[in-house]
């Protein structure tokens, strides 16, 4: 057979029949550590971002990747060692950034519920700055770093109430969400966050959504943020970057998003008509950067033909891959070996979970058989870091691939590793 390059996902190909990323056979990997196993291409990550790289040449520009699509260490070396900054929402994700060697002075801070304690921990991590999502926050914010003799530097991230056209979990930028500062507020909280002595006011930041697969809501996004910024500064407050947050989608299933570098062309041409082209950007893309760059590989465990619907009883689960329960998101299936002797039949792939949403595809044709390998596809973003140990199953192993190189990056967890912690009390 000859190399297919599957959609969305350049690294991986047939190759002789067997699926290989890059320059491994991932048949092998499943045999040396085990299913289900998240396999992740560094190759796919730095094509992903080079793409926003060249988007950006000969700007000021900083790509804060937000590991919450994965926050896997080594994936995070990856992009440390490109030069990203990173996008977090936890102290814990701000220990991960420093574990994995990355430069907390490129760190953001993101998210409606930060902590004093995870303020006072990015405060002395000299993070970046901190996107300020409520009033009640700018407050507490200043009181923290007030209380370290620091000032906190800050931007405000604003809720254009733009429809992203996206799935309504996932969708941010509207104006019944609880994210952002809502456009008619944003001068006035401006305007509170300058006369704190505790905070520096830098940038402007808006998040709307993910898995954005059109141009429109990201112009309608920068020209109300170019609108506010215009008012902000009038009002004599000064904002030397505009951050304008992730969210641009990937192809799952013949979805069609814009690449990286044609987006941010257009949007950095609408910036530069409206006189803000030599601003600092920033970006906080997530999905975009690792999602076709993972493939989760399962063992199909049992094969249950039935009346209305054929079951393929997979060894991954909705604890390991729970887009699907989550968001009917779809993700396709392939075999490691694509001459399989099986005749092709209609399938709902399913893991062992007992629940009726444990389900990774519905009516997905396949030539399988129990002992079969197959791979998840698409499964960078938001399924490991979304993992769970429901029905005590250990986490997934994952393994990092570059060309013809292989190295484990994470151990599997074990029952025991899922009770480690818990304390049976006197009886
Ligand atoms: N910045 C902020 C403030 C965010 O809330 C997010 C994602 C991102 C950046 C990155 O967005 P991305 O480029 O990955 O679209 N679990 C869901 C997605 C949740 C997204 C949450 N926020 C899923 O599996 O589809």
């Not at 289900?36 to 094509?47: H, I, N, R, T, W």
């Not at 999905?287 to 993972?294: D, F, K, T």
């Not at 007992?354 to 058989?369: F, K, M, N, P, T």
Request: net charge negative.
């Amino acid at each position: 057979m000859t190399p297919a390059i599957l959609p969305g996902q350049p690294q991986l190909a047939y190759r002789d029949d067997e699926l290989f990323l890059e320059g491994v056979r991932l048949a092998d990997l499943a045999r040396s550590h085990g299913t289900p196993l998240y396999v992740y291409s560094k190759g796919a990550m730095l094509a992903a971002l080079a793409a926003y790289q060249r988007g950006f040449q000969g700007r000021k520009a900083l790509i804060c990747y937000a590991m919450k699509a994965n926050s896997s260490l080594a994936v995070l070396q990856v992009f440390a060692q490109a030069g990203c900054g990173f996008d977090i929402v936890s102290g814990g994700e701000l220990l991960r950034v420093i574990a994995a060697g990355g430069d907390c002075a490129k760190v953001i801070f993101s998210g409606v519920g930060k902590t004093r304690a995870e303020m006072r921990q990015a405060l002395e991590a000299g993070i970046a700055c901190f996107n300020v999502e409520s009033e009640a926050e700018l407050e507490v914010l200043n009181d923290v770093a007030l209380s370290m003799g620091q000032r906190a530097q800050v931007s405000i991230r604003v809720n254009p109430n733009v429809d992203p056209q996206t799935h309504p979990y996932i969708s941010t930028g509207l104006k019944g969400s609880k994210f952002g500062v809502a456009h008619e507020r944003v001068l006035q909280t401006y305007r509170r966050a300058a006369a704190l002595p505790g905070l520096r006011v830098v940038g402007i930041d808006c998040h709307i959504g993910s898995q954005i697969t059109q141009e429109l809501p990201y112009l309608d996004a920068v020209d109300r943020m170019l609108d506010l910024v215009q008012d902000i500064e009038a009002a004599g407050i000064a904002l030397q970057h505009i951050d304008f947050g992730g969210g641009l989608g990937i192809d799952y299933n013949a979805d069609t998003p814009p690449a990286a570098d044609t987006l941010w062309t257009h949007l950095l041409a609408r910036l530069d008509a409206r006189g803000f082209g030599d601003r600092q950007f920033m970006v906080e893309p997530g999905r975009s950067l690792v999602g076709n760059a993972g493939v989760c590989l399962t063992e199909v465990l049992y094969l249950k033909p039935g009346e209305e619907k054929n079951f393929c009883i997979i060894d991954a689960a909705m604890n390991d891959l729970p887009r699907p329960a989550m968001y009917q998101a779809y993700h396709a299936i392939i075999p490691l070996s694509s001459n399989a002797p099986a005749p092709v039949a209609s399938w709902d792939v399913v893991g062992p979970v007992c629940e009726s949403g444990d389900w990774i595809g519905h009516d997905r044709e396949l030539a399988v058989q129990a002992g079969d390998l197959l791979a998840v596809l698409s499964a960078g973003a938001y399924c490991m870091s979304m993992a769970s140990n429901y029905n005590t199953r250990g986490r997934a192993a994952e393994v990092l691939v570059h060309e013809d190189r292989s190295s484990l990056v994470r151990a599997r967890e074990t029952a025991q590793t899922c009770f480690a912690g818990e304390i049976l009390p006197a009886s």
